[in-house]
């Protein structure tokens, strides 16, 4: 019986190895073709290398080296309309992509060609939304908030999450965009980033307000606002109303 699943193992290994899946990363992508490089290439000479350098190894002042950043980065900048920057030196801000889909296809695979991690593969339907919670107020909310409307930071802006996609999510918690830190695979698993995806699609993009009234999904804050101004108000209305009916007394009609 030992030595029949030492075979089975052995088997299993060999057909492992054969098929190249042995010790693969499952969010490595397909080795892009050729063609797609080169017209990535060319679409990189005419629109980036302003910044970045002819060679992808960046301009001083201008632009930093693309070169090992990967396909991770490009696409989130690139989607989320990131890159290329109006102003050099300007903090990137979420935009309309400035380039059609396959353009930024061909783009991110010039760039994943220099060497970087590939764009994380991420499953929100197999994450927990109350594991997603609990990482998300740890490592998160300190800039993003609670309700992922954003905030300002040290030197920066921190951006609303409800337009990032699960890849986004993601790419931003594995490449660490400009001033938010990276988190590798021991900080936060695969199975962990699943479950902040899941956080953000869920509790961020699609919150339950059970309350019936989100007032920004900001906090307590509007909410205790809003319950001053109310109140106040009904005050100044009950005072008018006393008043009024004061004022349309006689001298003889007090008690």
């Known amino acids: ?38 017209e990535g290439r060319q679409l990189y000479v005419e629109g980036c290398s302003s910044c970045h350098g002819m060679d992808a190894r960046g301009v001083d002042e201008q632009g930093t080296s693309l070169v090992g950043v ?34 930024i296809e ?10 970087g991690p ?38 920066g802006f921190a951006p609303e999450l409800h337009q990032a996609t699960p890849t986004q999510v993601a790419e931003a918690v594995r490449i660490g965009p400009y001033l938010m830190p990276s988190f590798d695979r021991n900080q936060i698993s695969d199975a962990d980033l699943n479950s902040v995806a899941r956080y953000v699609d869920e509790a961020v ?21 809003v319950a001053w101004v109310l109140a106040t108000a009904a005050l100044l209305l009950v005072a008018r109303l006393i008043g009024e009916r004061s004022e349309g007394r006689g001298p003889e009609e007090k008690p």
Request: proline letters at 9%; charged letters at 15%.
């Open 106 to 115: 061909a783009l991110v695979a010039y760039v994943g060609s220099l060497g």
């Open 205 to 225: 993009q699609d919150p339950d307000d059970r309350g019936g009234w989100g007032i920004g999904h900001l906090g307590p804050v509007p909410e205790g606002l």
């Open 118 to 155: 590939p764009i994380p593969t991420v499953d929100p339907n197999a994450g927990s939304i109350s594991r997603g919670t609990e990482l998300f107020v740890s490592d998160c909310a300190g800039c993003h908030s609670i309700t992922g409307e954003g905030g300002v930071v040290v030197g």
């Open 1 to 38: 019986m030992i030595r029949a699943v030492s075979f089975a193992a052995i088997a299993a290994a060999a057909l492992a190895f054969a098929t190249g899946s042995f010790g693969q990363d499952s969010a490595t992508p397909a080795e892009p073709d050729a063609a797609k490089i080169a």
């Open 70 to 103: 990967g396909a991770a980065s490009a696409d989130f900048y690139l989607r989320t309309g990131r890159m290329p920057l109006a102003e050099p030196g300007r903090e990137p801000q979420r935009a309309q992509p400035a380039y059609p889909e396959d353009q």
